[in-house]
């Protein structure tokens, strides 16, 4: 079986590497491409480092651009590389542009597709993510879920449940290889109680009005709270663009994997729009205050340490303000979320393999570490 895994965006990274390495352990070819949408060092080598992610055999380079230009990128250069070497399966991570634009090509090619993390749904169009997790998902020959509630959006949407394969989460497999590192990693003269933030939506730092009011809602937990906040770059363009006063917090590029791994898990709570952070949020049972009206992981709400505060300025004081009290939230961690989801991944995997047996297996992966 040869299996080629498409990864691009930083959310991606943590969900590939469990499973290419499962998978190389059975002796499974693998051939990973990495579509270049996220270039940077610190969004993405670091990762691949940390991960212990090989070297990708081949970088497509797309780089940064709008929605249409990145999407129709990836397809162009993609297609010609599946063709050529024909995998049996194309594995896809997530909810970003080079998870809809690979799936697409594949489909059309009538190579199978693997979505992990399928099923997930905000119910808001408004959102790219939300747009790229319904196409691949509706395109996807293998769907991979993390939770109930993503298995029953997905019969809803007319999904066959012979496609659907509740695993878990695969991201929580590399935190839970990972935390020990983490929990090693120096403190760096960084306060012994911080609020950590990640901001980075188009719907909170695109528009100069919102992204200033949620700046000012910082500025006063700051004085609760001493604020951590490493800004991923489209947040800091924006900053820059609408000249915004953020001196009075402490902003810091992105960090690598561990070093947020370790930022998170010695918060005393987090501030995020991000999906991935609500869940290791929830894993690490940190109180977790998302910036949106809605989100596609309603079981770390359910069950975990979220809350959704929108930008609602007294929700979010109130809710630090229990913090600081002792009274946050107590959650739960969800079924399955266990770190050996890429395990039941490639339990499935090989239990649809129906390649003959005598197809010569290099694994063109192992040969990069
Ligand atoms: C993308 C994903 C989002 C994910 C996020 C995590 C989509 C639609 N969005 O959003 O789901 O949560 O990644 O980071 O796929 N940039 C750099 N260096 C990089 C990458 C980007 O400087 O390595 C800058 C560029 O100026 C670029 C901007 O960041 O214009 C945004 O990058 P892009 O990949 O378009 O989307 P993200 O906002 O990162």
């Known amino acids: 079986m040869r299996i080629l895994h498409v990864v691009g965006a930083r959310p991606n990274f943590m969900k590939a590497a469990p499973l290419l390495r499962v998978l190389r352990a059975r002796g499974i070819e693998q051939i990973l491409v990495h579509t270049g949408q996220h270039y940077s060092a610190n969004m993405s080598d670091v990762f691949f480092s940390e991960l212990g992610i090989p070297v990708p055999d081949i970088n497509l380079g797309v780089g940064s651009g709008g929605h249409a230009v990145q999407t129709a990128e990836v397809m162009i250069r993609l297609e010609p590389i599946v063709l050529d070497l024909r995998p049996d399966l194309v594995v896809v991570y997530g909810d970003v542009n080079s998870t809809a634009a690979a799936a697409l090509v594949c489909s059309k090619i009538n190579i199978s597709v693997a979505h992990v993390e399928a099923g997930l749904r905000s119910f808001d169009r408004t959102m790219p993510e939300e747009i790229n997790r319904l196409v691949t ?206 395990e039941r991944i490639a339990d499935v995997l090989e239990s649809k393999n129906r390649i003959p047996v005598d197809r010569v297996l290099v694994d063109v992966a192992a040969k990069h570490i």
Not at 164 to 182: C, F, K, T
Not at 292 to 312: A, K, W
């Open 137 to 342: 998902d509706q395109v996807s020959d293998l769907l991979f879920t993390p939770s109930p509630e993503a298995d029953e959006n997905l019969v809803r949407e007319g999904v066959s449940t012979e496609k659907i394969h509740r695993v878990g989460n695969i991201m929580i497999d590399s935190l839970v290889e990972l935390l020990p590192l983490a929990k090693q990693r120096p403190k760096n003269g960084f306060p012994e109680q911080y609020a950590l933030v990640t901001l980075h939506r188009p719907s909170n730092v695109d528009n100069n009005h919102v992204l200033r009011s949620i700046v000012d809602i910082l500025l006063e937990i700051n004085n609760r709270l001493p604020i951590l906040f490493p800004v991923h770059p489209r947040t800091r363009q924006k900053i820059v663009d609408f000249a915004i006063d953020t001196s009075a917090l402490c902003l810091m590029d992105p960090v690598s994997y561990i070093d947020f791994l370790a930022l998170q898990s010695r918060a005393t709570a987090v501030i995020t729009d991000s999906g991935g952070i609500q869940e290791e949020t929830t894993f690490l049972r940190v109180p977790c205050l998302t910036m949106r009206d809605n989100t596609e992981r309603p079981v770390t709400v359910s069950l975990g340490t979220n809350v959704l505060v929108g930008h609602n300025r007294a929700r979010v004081c109130q809710e630090i303000d229990k913090v600081l009290d002792g009274r946050a939230k107590v959650g739960s961690v969800p079924p399955l979320w266990d770190g050996h989801t890429a």
